[in-house]
């Protein structure tokens, strides 16, 4: 199948026509969570993104295998081979076994998605389940001459791979920059040949709790081996789309790509895509800052920095709402921004069942609605373009009101398509969803009970209908008065009654 999607390929620094290695089928492995705190925003966005690239591939007809891991093993506090590691430190302080806390914020993740409308992937392979795979990645680099052991750890030798290969293609670092970067670094002295190299497996001090038996150490791998083993396993020795947030380009993705090279002689990845990150203040938000607002107090509003709470799907709009290469700023203005938006978008979608079809189109409308599906279709081949579908959906949005008011009239094909194309792009390839307002994280209410709640109203509002009708003026007022008293808003229009629950 031919396909007009053009993505951005961090590798080669430039947009390329996606081109399976073979097609229907596509390979594509994401960079999960290191399972030791709850989400925040940062999370949030690689998973959406690559949610929006999940949805869409499978709308083009592709048979996508999508793998994303979660790092339970626990990486250590700095991308150096040093520290503590996150997961055993976190269990240490909480007096729990380490997969206690990994289960733990897992399931969290794992909620906070669900919420966020995230679909999970096809494989989610857990780094602690991999070791023997980790530890064959690591044997074929040492019998390849690209490795060493040093006291029973391995450490990746940068030197013997820049001979042959080219370390930092990724990332654009030459390996005299890299050197010059890691000569004030003291982790590892004595053990490292040259202190750019980085572990493949470190021998487990004394009081490192999670630890497994190798020919070279009872330890644990190096941060960057599980996605390369765990890549190679599900996906095979090449594969279409690796993805991540920007951070991780250097060093994790770079040494990936050393990793496959050095095992198997040839690369792993055809495409590398990277979302960019989501700042506060122009700074990183993460909790190695120390500046991350998690899901959870996005949904409840407890956060200093949170003017109020956020529904999930304002969230993924306000991430929507960015190119994913682009740098998104934190701010309660650009949040109720999306909140607005998100509002304007699922009520004129809603408002699709109240038009009437009139005989023929007006002109004006014809062209909107016969344009709407291409100009769409046209943004999201152009690497996945959110922002310029979005203002289209809203144009269109325009549309709809003029309609709903009667300011312009449409026939039933053209409804018909409208009808199907907002659908098709607002929910199924953008993936939001008309359950919005209380999150259903906060208030424990699953999409299905808010389906349910909004039936119960539309009841409602049916029998003061009936009311009015029947000319019983104090039934249909008193129904209205104890629906604005339960804070709802009801208007009145020629087509009948609508209703929206206030913020």
């Known amino acids: 199948m031919e396909s007009r999607l053009v993505i951005y390929n961090t590798l080669t620094r430039q947009k390329e026509r996606f081109e399976p290695l073979h097609a229907p089928n596509v390979g594509m492995y994401v960079c999960g969570p290191t399972v030791y705190g709850d989400p925040h925003l ?43 590691d996150k997961i055993a430190k976190k269990a240490r302080l909480e ?35 991999h070791i023997i795979e980790q530890q064959q990645l690591v044997q074929q680099i040492l019998d390849n001459g690209f490795a060493y052991e040093s006291n029973g750890s391995i450490y990746f030798d940068i030197e013997a791979y820049n001979k042959q290969y080219k370390y930092g293609i990724l990332s654009g670092r030459s390996l005299e920059n890299i050197k010059d970067a890691s000569r004030d670094n003291l982790d590892g002295v004595g053990e490292k040949r040259n202190q750019a190299d980085f572990a493949l497996w470190k021998k487990a001090q004394p009081e490192h709790i999670m630890r497994w038996p190798s020919p070279w150490s009872d330890g644990f791998p190096g941060w960057h081996c599980e996605c390369t083993a765990m890549g190679r396993k599900y996906l095979g020795e090449q594969f279409d789309i690796h993805g991540g947030g920007l951070d991780l380009v250097f060093p994790h993705h770079e040494c990936e790509i050393a990793q496959a090279q050095a095992s198997m002689g040839h690369p792993a990845v055809k495409y590398w895509m990277h979302n960019n990150m989501l700042t506060i203040n122009g700074q990183k938000m993460g909790k190695s800052y120390n500046n991350f607002i998690t ?29 994913y290469r682009g740098t998104v700023d934190f701010s309660n203005e650009a949040l109720v921004a999306a909140e607005r938006g998100l509002e304007k978008l699922l009520n004129a979608i809603a408002d699709l069942s109240r038009i009437q079809v009139s005989p023929e189109c007006d002109p004006e409308t014809e062209k909107v609605v016969k344009s709407l ?61 008309m359950v919005n307002g209380q999150c259903s994280m906060a208030n424990g209410a699953s ?12 009841m409602v509002l049916a029998l003061r209908a009936k009311a009015k009708a029947d000319k019983d003026w104090a039934t249909s007022d008193k129904i209205r008065d104890e629906l604005a008293a339960a804070g709802f808003q009801v208007k009145d229009t020629k087509d009948g009654a609508t209703w929206k629950l206030d913020k």
């Open 42 to 84: 940062g999370h949030a966005r690689p998973a959406i993104t690559f949610d929006l690239v999940f949805r869409y591939l499978r709308h083009l007809g592709y048979k996508v295998r999508y793998v994303r891991n979660i790092t339970d093993v626990g990486h250590l506090e700095h991308d150096a081979d040093e520290g503590e």
């Open 95 to 129: 007096q729990l076994e380490p997969m206690e806390i990994a289960q733990y914020y897992a399931n969290r993740y794992h909620q906070y998605m669900d919420a966020l409308n995230v679909l999970r992937p096809s494989i989610e392979p857990l780094a602690s389940g």
């Open 295 to 323: 899901l959870e107090q996005f949904f409840t509003g407890d956060h200093p920095l949170l003017e109020k709470a956020y529904s999930p799907m304002t969230i993924r709009f306000f991430v929507l709402s960015a190119h």
């Open 373 to 433: 599906r291409q100009k769409c279709y046209d943004a999201m081949n152009d690497d996945l373009a959110t922002p310029q579908v979005i203002s289209h959906l809203f144009e269109a949005c325009t549309t709809i009101n003029k309609l709903v008011d009667h300011k312009a009239t449409i026939c039933a094909d053209c409804l018909k398509e409208l009808k199907e194309v907002m659908h098709l792009f607002a929910f199924d390839i953008l993936g939001l969803s």
């Open 447 to 458: 999409a299905a009970r808010e389906e349910a709640f909004g039936k119960v109203v539309d």
